[in-house]
């Protein structure tokens, strides 16, 4: 299934449409985001579809990426907490403190995809 935020650019590599990267301000470094931690989840989670896993006040959650939606789930990817439409909407509505997790992504410094 295709999410209508990921759209090919002129070469015909797939981003974010929604999040896009900014190669002017970032080089090509990142995919075009400012750090590893924006590429991880703007372009390798929400668009690559990779799974993810991160760490925040020391607390690790998880993320997995299925065909037709994405789900926070345990360390195990076997047990699915919370469904998602997609990458971008996980990040949009999935909040810790209160905080979304997109407005989060600056302060995680501990995230990689798999």
Not at 10 to 30: M, Q, R, T, V
Not at 55 to 77: I, M, P, R, W
């Amino acid at each position: 299934m295709a999410f209508d935020y990921i759209k090919d650019d002129l070469a015909g590599y797939p981003f974010n449409s929604k999040y896009p990267p900014d190669y002017e301000k970032n080089g090509e470094s990142y995919h075009g985001y400012r750090n590893n931690s924006e590429e991880t989840f703007l372009y390798e989670f929400a668009v690559q579809r990779y799974d993810l896993r991160f760490t925040y006040k020391g607390k690790s959650y998880y993320f997995l990426s299925c065909q037709d939606y994405v789900a926070q789930c345990d360390e195990t990817f076997c047990k699915e907490i919370q469904r998602f439409a997609d990458g971008n909407d996980a990040l949009e509505q999935f909040t810790i403190d209160g905080v979304r997790l997109l407005d989060l992504i600056p302060s995680i410094l501990d995230c990689e995809s798999m």
